[in-house]
């Protein structure tokens, strides 16, 4: 089974600073590991994702995350934030197989200030 | 290709109905997941088919919520003798395999009066 941990529910940052969401993960297999955004009334939208390829994945925006399966990690970080990025940030991990559904933590509002 | 559609994408009834969501998916994903959404809160996982598998129907809150996939595509969340509480967006996503990235649909906004 697997799980995830969002470890912040809100975080706000002022505009040019870094973003740094935090995400932590259990798997019982080597998990495939994804982050989604969502801004105000808008769907859901894939912004990275890491299949067990480089650990250091970049996505869409201007944002990256990394893996790191010491720490059972995957936090999300951008280098300067900009307004646009103001939205709900979900961590998702899944199992690897058919057999495990895929798990949505519980989300990170971003708020930036200008 | 056409994404994952959703209908009705509003949809406005009134306590102690019935009502039916429909989820067609992009063509060849064997997963289907639901969700629902209420204001300000995160995603709640209501059901998952794979395939022909048995469902995972561990996320419906209560014996009012059913589902089912015909033919393993198109996919139908009813909801019997809704209550207030039901009122949420409901999402359906859908991935080529139980494991792989998901594709959401736009939802659809269920009020209850």
């Known amino acids: 089974a697997q799980s995830v941990t969002q470890l912040d529910s809100h975080v706000s940052v002022s505009e040019g600073t870094p973003v740094l969401l935090r995400c932590n993960y259990s798997?019982?297999?080597?998990?495939?590991l994804f982050w989604y955004v969502q801004h105000p009334n808008k769907g859901l939208q894939l912004l990275l994702k890491?299949?067990?390829?480089?650990?250091l994945v970049k996505g869409i925006n201007g944002f990256e995350a990394e893996f790191k399966k010491s720490e059972t990690s995957f936090h999300l970080t951008k280098p300067s934030a900009h307004m646009s990025d103001a939205a709900e940030y979900f961590c998702?991990?899944?199992?690897?197989?058919?057999?495990?559904?895929?798990?949505f933590g519980p989300g990170t509002s971003l708020s930036v200030i200008p | 290709g056409a994404g994952v559609s959703q209908s009705p994408s509003n949809k406005v009834t009134e306590k102690g109905k019935d009502v039916e969501l429909r989820c067609d998916p992009i063509?060849?994903?064997?997963?289907l997941y639901w969700y629902r959404q209420s204001l300000g809160q995160g995603l709640e996982f209501l059901i998952y088919?794979?395939?022909?598998?048995?469902?995972?129907k561990s996320g419906l809150p209560s014996d009012r919520f059913s589902a089912e996939r015909t033919g393993g595509s198109v996919s139908t969340l009813t909801i019997q003798r809704t209550q207030q509480e039901d009122s949420a967006v409901y999402l359906c996503?859908?991935?080529?395999?139980?494991?792989?990235?998901?594709?959401f649909g736009p939802g659809t906004r269920l009020t209850v009066l």
């Open positions: 063509s060849g994903h064997t997963a």
């Open positions: 998702v991990v899944s199992g690897g197989t058919s057999y495990d559904k895929v798990i």
């Open positions: 088919f794979q395939g022909n598998s048995a469902p995972d």
């Open positions: 798997s019982s297999y080597s998990p495939s």
């Open positions: 890491y299949t067990s390829a480089a650990t």
């Open positions: 996503a859908s991935s080529r395999n139980g494991w792989n990235e998901q594709f």
